[in-house]
């Protein structure tokens, strides 16, 4: 293990699958006791599994990030536990395609409920925390689509756009008690939550595999191809580790110039 957050509590949301799994994964190679949550907890179970297999640290555990109670049950595990929390990964996120005019309210709650409610909640109780011991670093995954709109993806750009901002207030709060906060926002990433979309299934139906899919969208990209989960993890990593010590309240965009 390299050992750029050796000796580190990490908690990572949505870490069964994707991005969330990447981070969970390279954390542990870079020393750190990973707690692997996600509302589907066989999925979580699975990803801590592989960990423990490799050397590393991890513990699963089910959170729906949405729910307070949940949160507060995870955090005493942790610190009962482990004893501290030193970085946040706020990571769990959903997407609902679909014009305004045809979307329902219910729909669009429950895309931001899941993409900027549980951001705010793990921040709230991860600031909470950090403050008595010393601090520590949150990094919340938005996306380039906080940044750039698409038609058809109102809910998920308002609650990405929505938690870049939420990022910088919690980065001045978070200054005094040496906690920083960063967002990073990627844009197409090769995960589960494109491949569950109607249009990308439609996608590969007409053209035959998902990477081919994959390929066809990835045109709009300077680089003309979609990231790996693991490449977002790096980025991610990056602003949790001691060597952006002085970077807070930044936006680290990861999206092969697709927002150039």
């Known amino acids: 293990m390299a050992g750029r957050i050796a000796g580190k509590v990490a908690l990572v949301t949505g870490a069964g699958s994707g991005i969330g799994q990447a981070t969970a994964e390279l954390f542990a190679e870079e020393g750190a006791r990973v707690v692997v949550t996600d509302i589907d907890v066989a999925a979580a179970e699975a990803a801590a599994t592989r960990i423990a297999t490799r050397g590393g640290q991890a513990l699963a555990l089910e959170l729906d990030a949405t729910d307070e109670a949940g949160w507060e049950s995870v955090l005493d595990r942790v610190l009962a536990g482990w004893g501290k929390l030193d970085i946040l990964v ?3 996120g959903i997407s609902s395609g679909g014009p305004l005019a045809e979307a329902t309210l219910a729909d669009f709650r429950r895309v931001v409920s899941v993409n900027l409610d ?10 909470r925390v950090m403050r008595g011991s010393g601090g520590g670093s949150i990094v919340n995954v938005a996306s380039a689509s906080g940044k750039k709109a698409s038609a058809g993806a109102g809910a998920y750009c308002a609650s990405k756009a929505a938690v870049v901002m939420l990022t910088k207030v919690a980065a001045l709060e978070g200054a005094p008690h040496r906690i920083r906060v960063n967002a990073v926002l990627p844009a197409g990433v090769e995960t589960p939550m494109w491949e569950k979309q109607p249009f990308f299934q ?14 066809a969208l990835a045109k709009t990209s300077p680089l003309e191809r979609f990231a790996t989960p693991r490449e977002v993890a790096a980025a991610i990593l ?19 110039g697709y927002t150039a």
């Open 118 to 127: 549980s951001v705010f909640l793990g921040t709230q109780r991860a600031i």
């Open 238 to 256: 990056m602003c949790a580790s001691d060597e952006t010590s002085y970077v807070t309240g930044a936006e680290i965009v990861v999206d092969g």
């Open 202 to 215: 439609a996608l590969v139906r007409e053209l035959g595999d998902a990477q081919k899919a994959y390929a």
């Open 90 to 92: 706020n990571n769990a």
